[in-house]
């Protein structure tokens, strides 16, 4: 078959792996925390001695590479008047334990739970900067901008703030819960602010999320249209050469 058609398969391909990614930043542009995923895909002709490799799908001699990365620009803040509620402004996440391990978020929505311990809307313990559970005693409670838990004026712990090595690929759990790769060290954050009484919204803007879903629609819709074209001629050309054989 001609390569045209192959070519079109991968890029009807991208696109529908693009448009599947631009469909689930426009349905978390609410949610607290989100980080925006972006694809990252390139055509590539596949090199026949290199056997089995990375490639998401391979059609022949040519393929997809494929992707999500996660987008770690800035979220805006929001005021709650919450002062269990923290925003990160910088690099950096909260470290949650879980019963699956440590997890990372930028959803800083906390309150008291068992035994006054920090902890998420789904009850993981927040870690401090020790990665330890935080004990916040009853009282007049703030947070300041290095994440210093005070309770009636006197420090508890501090929230920790955790960085990854440059390069690291954090992967989805949920909407705003990340895992780290097995074997990553984390940092503590050398750049991040931490706000009490705000929470960090999604980094995607609804408005930009759905003009990038319709322009998905458009491009998968006209290589679909592509791979027809190619399908019909295919189909001519054999009805037309196979009787000669």
């Known amino acids: 078959m001609d390569s045209g058609y192959y070519a079109a398969y991968a890029g009807y391909m991208a696109r ?8 689930s930043n426009l349905a978390n542009a609410q949610t607290i ?7 990252s895909f390139r055509s590539v002709l596949l090199d026949p001695l290199a056997g089995n490799s990375q490639l998401g799908s391979t059609v022949n001699n040519y393929g997809v590479v494929h992707g999500d990365q996660l987008d770690m620009t800035q979220g805006a803040l929001t005021a709650t008047g919450n002062p269990l509620d923290l ?14 391990g440590l997890r990372y978020t930028r959803n800083g929505g906390f309150h008291h739970g068992q035994n006054g311990v920090l902890v998420t809307s789904t009850g993981d313990a927040v870690m401090s900067t020790q990665n330890t559970p935080i004990l916040v005693p009853p009282g007049e409670i703030t947070v300041g901008n290095d994440g210093v838990v005070s309770v009636n004026g006197g420090a508890t712990a501090s929230v920790g703030v955790f960085a990854f ?10 909407t705003n819960r990340y895992r780290a790769p097995d074997k990553v060290k984390t940092s ?3 750049d991040a602010m931490i706000h009490s009484r705000a929470l960090e919204s999604a980094n995607q803007d ?3 999320s759905s003009m990038k879903l319709i322009v998905m629609q458009r491009q998968a ?3 679909q249209r592509a791979l027809t074209i190619f399908h019909t001629e295919f189909n001519k050309t054999a009805s037309e050469e196979l009787p000669r054989v």
């Open 87 to 100: 925003a990160i402004e910088g690099q950096g996440f909260f470290a949650v334990q879980t019963s699956s």
């Open 206 to 208: 609804p408005i930009q």
């Open 188 to 190: 503590l954050s050398t």
């Open 221 to 223: 819709e006209t290589m």
């Open 33 to 39: 925390g989100y980080r925006a995923e972006r694809e």
């Open 16 to 23: 529908t792996q693009a448009l599947d990614t631009a469909a």
């Open 165 to 174: 090595p440059a390069g690291t690929q954090l992967t989805p759990e949920g």
